[in-house]
């Protein structure tokens, strides 16, 4: 049996893939219902072909199931993606290597000898932090007059600036070939190096002018009473903006809301209010919520009284 189906199908357990390759349609599918039920009846066949095979596989019993040991694949299937290439070296691997500089693994914890305490290598309250010295010994280079503190400050941030350079410098010779770290290649177009591939994203003249008309009517007025720039046009979209009621009516005005009110209820009392207000559904309630009084019934769910509680001040007000 095994044998005559490895005959008609070509069976890769290790992909858990089956193919036939001596299949032919008997007639060209007149429609694609057809050509569908031909698939779906084609590929039951080779799942179960693939079934077949897996349980005359040695297996052994665990909490699960029988579990089987897959035999490697025979079938090699094409990456989705290219080979990630060579990452180029930076200028200090460069020098390391040249030099023989090997890099050796450090320990977290390390014994600062000016607090005698274990502190972290790197981070938040680390050893050898210049938090902790408030003492700075004067050199013989030092210029008479010059703060201590306030040039460490300076040489730090002269060292990391430095750093930052350095990386994107290494960023700008990775990208060139074609090996940019792939947490980097989204923002790629952002960063400020020459020399990569992906180019930034010119913006046109009508995306300008959107992003100008949404600037222009961000504000409570919609641009109203901004100042126009020459030559600038209105903006295309305007924003439409709430306008509400005076709370305090204007003199010789009379009171708009009152009015709008008014207009509200001569619509629902006119000879048409039928076609806005819906006189049977109005009804069944009002006839539901007599019901309702009359049986005793409510809608909201009260929790009842504990009768056998009794009430400790009732003695005390008798008395």
Known sequence: MDTEMDQIYQIDVGNLLAFNPNHRFSSAPSSREELVKECVTEGTKLVQAIADTLFNFPSTESVDGPLVQLPPPTTKLPREKHLPRPKPPTKWEEFALKKGIQKRKKDKIVYDETTDKFKRRHGYDRVNDDNDIPIIEAKESDEPGEDPFAKRLDDKKKRVGKQEKNRLQNLKTAAKAGALPSHVQLAATA???SGTKTQPQ???????????????????????????????????????????????PRYGVVDEEKEQTNK??????????????????????????????????????????DITKKNPYANKADK
């Open 191 to 193: 960063l400020p190096i």
């Open 264 to 305: 509200v209820l001569g619509k629902l009392l006119s000879k048409h209010s039928h076609e806005i207000l819906n006189v049977g559904k109005a009804i069944n309630m009002y006839n539901d919520k007599k019901e309702k009084k009359k049986s005793g019934r409510s809608d909201k769910l009260k929790p009842k009284k």
């Open 202 to 248: 010119k913006i046109g003249k009508d995306a300008l002018g959107d992003v100008a008309g949404l600037a222009a009517t961000s504000t409570a007025s919609g641009g109203k009473f901004d100042k126009k720039l020459p030559g600038e046009k209105p903006p295309k979209k305007q924003g439409k903006h709430h306008k509400y009621l005076p709370v305090v």
